[in-house]
């Protein structure tokens, strides 16, 4: 199976990241896709972030009725801060009968040069890019001659993590924004107030 990697801390998972999620494993040819709850992100500061395992239950909850799309807790137990090349060398032994491709929003295309190994993750991963309003894709030699990127026309979010939490904290109904199953257990446990 060709399986691909979307990486994030999830805190919350939102209906943006199951849009992206959902459309890269409708319209490619990704089999599926493992949404990767990261404990530690070498780019963000740990403190704003909920526990490991209540943002994995959120996941858990958000993917449960969409058969391509599977949480996964793999960086949990591996040393910290995480690196996705060590990740994706893990995971390759753990799971030497599937294939592993990134996903990412362009502006972390934009920034890929700069990741530990980068050079590794550019040569040996197929990469699936998702536009950004935001940003705009740099073309670098680099990729152009070593890497296999596949840009998928997925629709353009804006929406953030950050905005939810702001706007909790700041007592709005962001309920659209989150999947029914999410906001519930958000707003059972008083998460982000």
Same mark, same amino acid.
């Given at each position: 199976? %060709?399986?691909?990697?979307? +990486?994030?801390?999830?805190?919350?998972?939102?209906?943006?990241?199951?849009?992206?999620? $959902?459309?890269?494993?409708?319209?490619? =040819?990704?089999?599926?896709?493992?949404?990767?709850?990261?404990?530690?992100?070498?780019? %963000?500061?740990?403190?704003?972030?909920?526990?490991? &395992?209540?943002?994995?239950?959120?996941?858990?909850?958000?993917?449960?009725?969409?058969? %391509?799309?599977?949480?996964?807790?793999? #960086?949990?137990?591996?040393?910290?801060?995480?690196?996705?090349?060590?990740?994706?060398?893990?995971?390759?032994?753990?799971?030497?009968? &599937?294939? +592993?491709?990134?996903? !990412?929003? #362009? =502006?972390?295309?934009?920034?890929?040069? %700069?990741?530990?190994?980068?050079?590794?993750?550019?040569?040996?991963?197929?990469?699936?890019?998702?536009?950004?309003?935001?940003? #705009?894709?740099?073309?670098?030699?680099?990729? #152009?001659?070593?890497? $296999?990127?596949?840009?998928? =026309?997925?629709? /353009?979010?804006?929406?953030?993590?950050?905005?939810?939490?702001?706007? /909790?904290?700041?007592?709005? $109904? /962001?309920?659209? !924004?989150?999947?029914?199953?999410?906001?519930?257990?958000? =707003?059972?446990?008083? +998460?982000?107030?």
């Amino acid at each position: 199976m %060709k399986i691909g990697l979307f +990486f994030g801390t999830f805190n919350p998972i939102h209906v943006g990241h199951l849009i992206i999620a $959902n459309h890269m494993a409708e319209y490619s =040819d990704l089999d599926q896709v493992w949404v990767v709850v990261t404990p530690q992100s070498p780019h %963000k500061k740990k403190q704003s972030l909920l526990d490991n &395992h209540q943002r994995l239950e959120m996941v858990y909850r958000a993917t449960k009725a969409y058969p %391509k799309l599977k949480p996964s807790a793999i #960086e949990f137990d591996l040393p910290q801060p995480n690196y996705t090349v060590h990740t994706l060398a893990y995971l390759e032994e753990k799971y030497p009968e &599937h294939r +592993f491709a990134l996903i !990412m929003g #362009e =502006d972390n295309l934009n920034s890929l040069p %700069k990741w530990k190994n980068a050079d590794v993750l550019i040569k040996g991963y197929p990469i699936y890019v998702y536009p950004r309003q935001s940003s #705009e894709l740099k073309k670098t030699a680099v990729f #152009e001659k070593e890497a $296999n990127i596949t840009k998928i =026309d997925a629709p /353009i979010m804006e929406l953030s993590s950050t905005l939810i939490r702001q706007s /909790i904290k700041s007592g709005k $109904n /962001i309920r659209p !924004m989150l999947p029914a199953a999410v906001w519930d257990y958000l =707003d059972e446990m008083n +998460f982000y107030k």
